[in-house]
């Protein structure tokens, strides 16, 4: 019986680069002696980002390959702003997966906004 791990992404403070890999799944590797180590996939149901600074400051996020923040790809927060000491939340379910399965993205400050995330690990 196939079980998924609960799971807590970050802290992690968001530079200004919008192409930057913020969560993704491990793939497939050598495993121990025998096997080979299968790839998993990611169950996202919660982003938070916190803006910890004094300025409002926006994020964006993308779903897609590694440091791509390709046109149509956009998840969450588009240019949305943080104000001062706040935080914005998330709840659904993105599920990360293979070469196209990365959370991207950045802020309009560096180290202004921090993200936290959580969900479930799986094997594919």
């Given at each position: 019986m ?19 890999n ?42 897609g ?60």
């Amino acid at each position: 019986m196939a079980q998924n791990k609960q799971q807590s992404f970050g802290p992690v403070a968001l530079s200004a680069t919008l192409t930057t890999n913020l969560i993704a799944p491990a793939a497939a590797g050598a495993g121990g002696v025998g096997y080979t180590a299968t790839a998993t996939y990611i169950l996202l149901r919660h982003i938070r980002v916190s803006n910890k600074s004094a300025s409002a400051a926006s994020f964006s996020l993308w779903r897609g390959a590694t440091g791509a923040n390709a046109a149509g790809t956009e998840v969450v927060g588009t240019g949305t702003f943080v104000q001062p000491n706040q935080a914005i939340d998330w709840y659904g379910q993105m599920r990360l997966e293979g070469a196209n399965g990365f959370l991207v993205g950045g802020a309009s400050v560096a180290g202004a906004l921090t993200l936290d995330a959580e969900g479930e690990v799986g094997l594919v």
